[in-house]
């Protein structure tokens, strides 16, 4: 069983920038991939990044350019680098990862995009 706590959520001007990080409570060297998804009110919760064995990514095309995901493994931790924010980015971000059958998802932390 793996907790998985995200920060870095908050209000931000249109252009603006965030980092959001995933803590996760036990390494997270046995996870193959870690990923970001979103869900914006009314909508699907989608993939916004993934990050596989801290190699290879993989990106939403509304965020190709503008977001980054990484994974420190000896902090346990992934972040998503948000940058040229947008409004329509605005949702709420949840960590996710899998273990076999087994999904675990973070709680969430709302990003509002607005001026």
């Known amino acids: 069983q793996v907790q998985l706590v995200e920060s870095g959520g908050g209000l931000v001007q249109p252009g603006g920038s965030l980092r959001l990080s995933c803590k996760a409570s036990?390494?997270?060297?046995?996870?193959?991939?870690m990923a970001w998804y979103r869900q914006a009110p009314g909508k699907e919760r989608e993939l916004v990044a993934r990050i596989i064995i801290g190699i290879s990514t993989d990106y939403a095309d509304s965020v190709k350019g503008r977001f980054t995901i990484s994974r420190d493994n000896v902090k346990n931790t992934v972040y998503l680098q948000m940058s040229s924010l947008k409004p329509e980015d605005t949702a709420v971000y949840f960590c996710y990862t899998q273990q076999g059958p087994t999904t675990h998802w973070g709680q969430g932390t709302q990003v509002t995009i607005s001026s």
């Open positions: 036990r390494s997270i060297t046995s996870f193959s991939s």
